[in-house]
């Protein structure tokens, strides 16, 4: 149970909703702050100064944080190779349309894990016997399988196709047209099928406490079914740690995805897309990041608040929940 006045006795609490607010409501208000090219258009990007010279442009009255060289190849936004190549993105066009790519990325894939994970650790929990052993085995495997090994090989055998800006979605196969349909990247794949676990170590560790406490006795004496207990008085009771662990994953994901990208993975996280245009004149040989400030700067300080706000939010939970903390 959440105690809200503990919760918003805390300053650092304060701080977590303002920031996710801002973000929130950037994403919402997005059109107005910077309104596309194309009113029906929302793709985070908006293609300015064509150039032949491929350099970032500073900041200027038309462009408030300046421009970074376009990436050919991104059909996931509908962009093929070729397209529009000499052209620049407006990074502050980028950085208020991100948001959204961000919100829809961090939310979607930590809600599907835990509700994957919820669904094991509970299950698991509650049957006993063989049935949890097996299940926890299968989550202590996964485990031990490394998340960047993982998205490369499903990158290599799942999105070869899937990704390619020629194809015909006719030729593909089912699994391959739902995943092209959804837009789904690898690093969004990879990150569901490999963060589940500690969840599911969660869910099972608070119901096999609970599923011996007095409540659960007077359920089974009066007729009630097992998913009942199970899902009536049994979850219930033992999400808070969940709850806990999605508020600071949403922001955890993205942090993530951002780093995945940014070494050569492709995604959907339009705010790391651009640091990866940027990494030639931050991190290069020619590059210098205090010249070209503008290139990185925005972007990487829009990803640290929004992974902090969400951390926070996190933190504020835990305490809220568990008032012997301090």
Avoid: C
């Avoid at 055998?157 to 092209?180: C, H, S």
């Avoid at 740690?241 to 993205?254: E, N, R, S």
């Avoid at 640290?304 to 568990?322: C, E």
């Amino acid at each position: 149970m959440i105690r809200w006045r503990a919760f918003f006795r805390q300053r650092q609490n304060w701080l977590a909703l303002l920031l996710i607010g801002l973000f929130v409501g950037t994403a919402v208000a997005a059109p107005i702050i910077a309104p596309p090219n194309d009113p029906e258009s929302r793709v985070p990007f908006k293609s300015v100064g064509q150039t032949f010279t491929r350099l970032p442009e500073p900041p200027s009255a038309e462009h408030p944080l300046g421009t970074v060289p376009q990436i050919e190849n991104l059909p996931q936004f509908g962009i093929a190779p070729g397209q529009d190549a000499f052209y620049n993105w407006d990074v502050f066009f980028t950085l208020i349309w991100g948001t959204r790519s961000a919100l829809q990325f961090g939310l979607v894939v930590t809600v599907l894990t835990a509700v994957f994970g919820i669904i094991v650790g509970s299950v698991g929990a509650y049957t006993g016997g063989w049935v949890e052993r097996l299940l926890m085995a299968i989550t202590d495997a996964f485990l031990a399988f490394p998340v960047l090994g993982a998205i490369w090989i499903i990158q290599r055998t799942l999105f070869t196709a899937v990704f390619n800006p020629f194809l015909e979605p006719e030729t593909l196969r089912w699994w391959e047209l739902f995943l092209y349909n959804f837009k789904v990247s690898p690093i969004m794949l990879g990150l569901i099928l490999f963060s589940w676990m500690p969840y599911a170590r969660l869910t099972n560790s608070s119901i096999a406490q609970l599923r011996q406490s007095e409540f659960v006795t007077a359920a089974r004496s009066m007729g009630a079914t097992g998913p009942r207990i199970l899902f009536r008085h049994l979850l219930p009771n033992a999400i808070a740690p969940t709850i806990v662990l999605m508020a600071k994953d949403v922001g955890g994901m993205v942090i993530w995805a951002a780093a995945f990208i940014f070494i050569g993975f492709g995604g959907e996280v339009a705010w790391a897309i651009v640091l990866v245009g940027s990494r030639d004149f931050a991190l290069g040989l020619g590059g210098n990041p205090f010249i070209y400030w503008w290139t990185f700067l925005p972007i990487a300080t829009a990803i640290t608040l929004f992974g902090l706000g969400w951390n926070l939010l996190g933190d504020g939970l835990n305490r809220a929940m568990n008032p012997h903390l301090k």
